[in-house]
């Protein structure tokens, strides 16, 4: 117990003896056991405000990692959320009332070029001019 033999015990019971007489002893006894008890429990709990504290920063951290994530795929969906292609057919509407109207121009009519008509020599004709 703290590092204390046997022999170191025994002479500091036999000092406390010859200091408080036997008739403060156990009395004085019984307050240090409480004093000892008061100060474990003193220590236990700063050690469990200190773990939980720690935790609840551990959890606070891991929170606002998943918080970053969320926010990031709500980003994403927005991007897909505006992909609408009533939204590109009421811009592309719009901004065709708000664009000056342009006249048309006539198509241009090309002339009508002549026909020529090439006749195929049939097999018979081959024929004929070879005899």
Known sequence: ?????????????VVAILFL??????????????FIKGAKSAVMEAKNAIDSEVKISEL????????????????ELQGFKNINPLNDIKDDI????????????????????????IKKKSSTDDDKGDK
């Open 60 to 75: 606070k951290e891991e929170a606002l990692g998943y918080k970053s994530k969320l926010d990031q795929a709500s980003a």
């Open 94 to 117: 719009t901004n065709s009332m708000n664009s000056p109207i342009e006249p048309k121009s006539e198509p241009k009519i090309e002339p009508k070029q002549d026909e020529t008509i």
């Open 21 to 34: 007489g036997p008739d403060k002893l156990p009395n004085a006894m019984v307050q240090i056991a409480k």
């Open 1 to 13: 117990m703290f590092g204390m033999g046997f022999t170191e015990i025994l002479l500091i019971a």
